[in-house]
């Protein structure tokens, strides 16, 4: 079985900063892993995804996600944050073969002035 | 790049009558496709797998006589919620992938208001 957990439902930034995201996975298996976005009333978007190359995962929108085993995480961010940023970001995980998705109950970012 | 079509965007329907939901592959050939519930201000909640040519697969807890899926070809996924209630008005979003492990594509969900 895998879970993910995201830490912080709800985060803050002002435009311009730094933007993290926190996501945590447990699984047996090695996972795969992905980030999406969803803006309201929408379908989620890929951010980006960890397959099993490279650990520092570059995504659209200039965030990127770095895959540490040993910390059992995948935090997503992005150097600079803009007003389009605002919106919720689910993190996910796959594992043990197919495209069975269980996702984090997502955190849902701000971009203040 | 692939893209999964939702219909309808949004649906009001009176108690008791039954609704069907939409999921098209337009660019690409899904054997297999997901669906979700999202309560408000919640995460995804996959109800059931959708397999071409076969039964669906619901997750624990799902009623199947409830929301029945059916997966009638390998561009076409459909929810239909029988005999609606107020607590199942909800946000449903359906998902598919071309090939394993590789990203889903996500519908643009529907809105269902049961009243």
């Known amino acids: 079985a895998q879970s993910v957990t995201q830490l912080g439902s709800h985060v803050s930034v002002s435009e311009g900063a730094l933007v993290l995201l926190r996501c945590n996975y447990s699984?047996?298996?090695?996972?795969?892993l992905f980030w999406y976005v969803q803006y309201p009333n929408q379908g989620l978007q890929l951010l980006l995804k960890?397959?099993?190359?490279?650990?520092l995962v570059k995504g659209i929108n200039g965030f990127e996600a770095e895959f540490k085993k040993s910390e059992t995480s995948f935090h997503l961010t992005k150097p600079s944050a803009h007003m389009s940023d605002a919106a919720e970001y689910f993190c996910?995980?796959?594992?043990?073969?197919?495209?069975?998705?269980?996702f984090g109950t997502g955190t849902q970012l701000k971009v203040e002035l | 790049g692939a893209v999964v079509s939702q219909h309808p965007s949004w649906v009001i329907c009176k108690s008791g009558t039954s609704v069907k939901i939409e999921c098209r592959s337009l660019?690409?050939?899904?054997?297999?496709m997901f669906w979700y519930r999202q309560f408000p201000k919640q995460s995804l909640m996959l109800m059931a797998t959708?397999?071409?040519?076969?039964?669906?697969?619901?997750e624990q807890g799902v009623e199947k006589d409830k929301f029945l899926i059916n997966h009638a070809s390998l561009t076409l996924s459909t929810l239909t919620v029988t005999s609606a209630h107020p607590e199942d008005s909800s946000f449903y979003i359906c998902?598919?992938?071309?090939?394993?492990?590789?990203?889903?594509?996500f519908g643009n969900g529907t809105r269902l208001t049961v009243t």
């Open positions: 998902s598919a992938s071309d090939r394993e492990h590789s990203p889903l594509h």
């Open positions: 699984s047996s298996v090695p996972p795969y």
């Open positions: 960890y397959t099993s190359a490279a650990t």
């Open positions: 996910a995980v796959s594992a043990g073969g197919g495209n069975k998705l269980t």
């Open positions: 660019d690409f050939q899904a054997t297999t």
């Open positions: 959708s397999n071409e040519g076969s039964k669906a697969t619901y």
